[in-house]
């Protein structure tokens, strides 16, 4: 029998599988844009730890010129040696520093190579910063993949709502028979032929409410989804406010964080001055260039915490196309 009418069961059913094959397609587009996520965050990554190794490299090379003045200072009877012992434990610390950054460098373009799946040994530095993206929620709502994956889900439970109300109503099919009465095959065929042409209607007036459970359970289904939609909905927008208010707080303590530096560079050079003319002891000079890590190292922190804001925020933006 050839349907000619069911209800719009089979419609749905069409429309089902499509939105199915839609849901399998922001799949495949959700784990590009993380690629390309992760790829842009390392880029991000490497720079700011170039920055950094330039920083400590700077510190590095500073309190070598501090061991040389020591060095000749305890020459001409002016240093002790546990002015110098001091200094090279200071020294030590900061290569420390520095080889564990060069490592995390190292891992990071190794990251790099897998993600692109090809060595990559350098990249054109970017600012160690990742902006701060301009949102628009109601353009995010429409782009989002997980909002359009979830408004998609809430689709297709209307689809099944509506194939569910076609158990309701009839069936309509059309049949055709078309044979012979002859004895033997093939022989008077023709002369002896009929057919039968006709249209047949079903239709279950009662199977024990079995349809009205199924639609009863759809239309739960779909109250269910549809409030999921609207929590998600809700949580993500209370959550990119607090992203970037984070990321701008830590904006802001990026950038006090960077006029301590400069300051607490300017005052170790100037107490390596005062110690060269003996105004001052190795420890204060030291104590000053503690200061000076101590503070690059918050420096670093801020960044990295900021960074991670942003790249937080730009995964849950994670845009499609339109539906």
């Not at 090809?118 to 429409?142: G, M, R």
């Not at 707080?249 to 005052?267: D, G, H, N, R």
Request: glycine share 4%; charged share 25%.
């Amino acid at each position: 029998m050839v349907p000619l009418y069911t209800g719009g069961k089979l419609e749905q059913y069409g429309k089902i599988t499509k939105a199915l094959q839609h849901m399998s397609q922001l799949d495949t587009s959700k784990l590009l844009n993380e690629k390309v996520f992760q790829t842009t965050k390392t880029f991000y990554d490497i720079s700011l730890l170039d920055q950094y190794i330039n920083n400590l490299t700077n510190i590095s090379q500073n309190i070598n010129k501090l061991k040389s003045i020591v060095q000749n200072m305890k020459d001409e009877g002016f240093a002790k040696e546990i002015d110098e012992l001091e200094v090279q434990t200071r020294q030590a610390e900061a290569d420390s520093l520095l080889t564990q950054a060069n490592y995390n460098k190292e891992l990071a373009y190794q990251y790099l190579s897998f993600l692109l799946n090809k060595s990559v040994v350098s990249i054109q530095p970017l600012t160690d910063l990742a902006p701060i993206p301009e949102i628009y929620i109601n353009n995010f709502l429409q782009n989002n993949l997980d909002i359009q994956k979830a408004e998609l889900g809430l689709k297709i439970t209307e689809m099944a709502i509506k194939a569910e109300k076609a158990n309701f109503l009839p069936t309509v099919g059309a049949f055709g028979e078309y044979g012979s009465s002859d004895n033997e095959a093939f022989n008077e065929f023709q002369n002896k032929d009929f057919y039968t042409v006709g249209v047949q209607l079903e239709w279950n007036l009662f199977n024990g409410n079995i349809d009205k459970n199924n639609l009863d359970k759809a239309k739960v289904e779909n109250m269910k989804v549809r409030d999921q939609v609207e929590l998600a909905q809700k949580g993500i927008g209370l959550k990119i406010a607090k992203l970037q208010t984070e990321a701008r707080s830590k904006e802001a303590e990026i950038k006090s964080l960077e006029t301590q530096f400069e300051f607490a560079s300017k005052v170790y050079e100037s107490y390596q001055e005062q110690y060269k003319e003996g105004i001052t002891s190795i420890s204060d000079v030291l104590i000053k260039q503690s200061k000076e890590l101590e503070v690059l190292l918050k420096l670093l922190t801020a960044k990295n915490d900021k960074n991670a804001k942003v790249f937080e925020l730009r995964s849950i933006l994670n845009e499609g196309e339109q539906l």
